[in-house]
């Protein structure tokens, strides 16, 4: 069964750090282009960033951009999100997500596998 | 950046109607339109990809249309179980917008 299983949220303060973690199991999950959407709490869907086949190029939405880092581990078949600079506006659950198909280019492809997400609550 | 809109942001229909949601991008972005539908407490699930074509195991009352600027997902006859709200996304490139959300509930 194909399986993603994200972790590594909790509390944590504005200005802290978290590293998300999302395994992933039964697919090949080199050969797919993986991403972290998130949904603040009664709000909508919102693009993070996306990671291509080996790491080779990285999408951030302005949002996060200079704050997170997203990458990739093959080996352990494992997607991260790190976080940084955390402010109360990232409070969301996050989702990984992996492409509908294999070897894609970049942002190019819906999502059609979704993990059930971790929630980051940042707040003093 | 693209911006995707869609409309309207909820709607309230009777079992077995026919309804439509609209979703509009700032610029044209071809086909590379999907529509998920998520359901309270679940995480979202793919029904269309390429505008118009359905995703296996999707039910054949879901259909879009649309190309460019303008597409539209229709479910010609509603039924309780597809109580959800209905989110369109841009994916021809970076950032992969999604539409604000169109929540649909049953009269």
């Known amino acids: 069964e194909v399986q993603l299983l994200e972790s590594g949220g909790g509390l944590e303060q504005p200005g802290g750090s978290l590293r998300l973690s999302c395994a992933a199991s039964g697919f090949i999950f080199s050969k797919y282009v993986m991403t972290w959407v998130r949904q603040a709490p009664g709000k909508g869907l919102e693009w993070v960033s996306s990671?291509?086949?080996?790491?080779?190029?990285?999408d951030y939405a302005d949002s996060v951009k200079g704050r997170f880092t997203i990458s990739r581990d093959d080996s352990k078949n494992t997607l991260y999100l790190e976080m940084k600079s955390l402010r109360a506006e990232d409070t969301a659950v996050y989702h990984c997500?992996?492409?509908?198909?294999?070897?894609?280019?970049?942002?190019?492809?819906?999502?059609?596998?979704w993990g059930q997400g971790t929630m980051v609550i940042v707040s003093s | 950046d693209i911006q995707m809109t869609q409309s309207p942001s909820s709607l309230s229909a009777s079992v077995g109607d026919s309804v439509t949601i609209s979703c509009r991008a700032s610029q044209g972005i071809s086909n590379f339109l999907a529509w998920y539908q998520q359901k309270p407490g679940k995480v979202p699930r793919l029904l269309i990809y390429?505008?118009?074509t359905l995703e296996s195991g999707v039910p054949s009352r879901f259909s879009g249309s649309g190309s460019g600027t303008d597409f539209t997902l229709t479910i010609s006859s509603l039924q309780p179980e597809d109580v959800a709200t209905y989110y369109c996304?841009?994916?021809?490139?970076?950032?992969?917008?999604f539409g604000q959300g169109t929540k649909v509930e049953i009269k």
């Open positions: 990671i291509s086949l080996s790491g080779g190029r990285t």
């Open positions: 997500a992996k492409d509908r198909v294999a070897y894609g280019s970049g942002s190019t492809n819906p999502y059609d596998i």
């Open positions: 996304q841009k994916y021809n490139s970076a950032p992969q917008t």
């Open positions: 390429a505008a118009s």
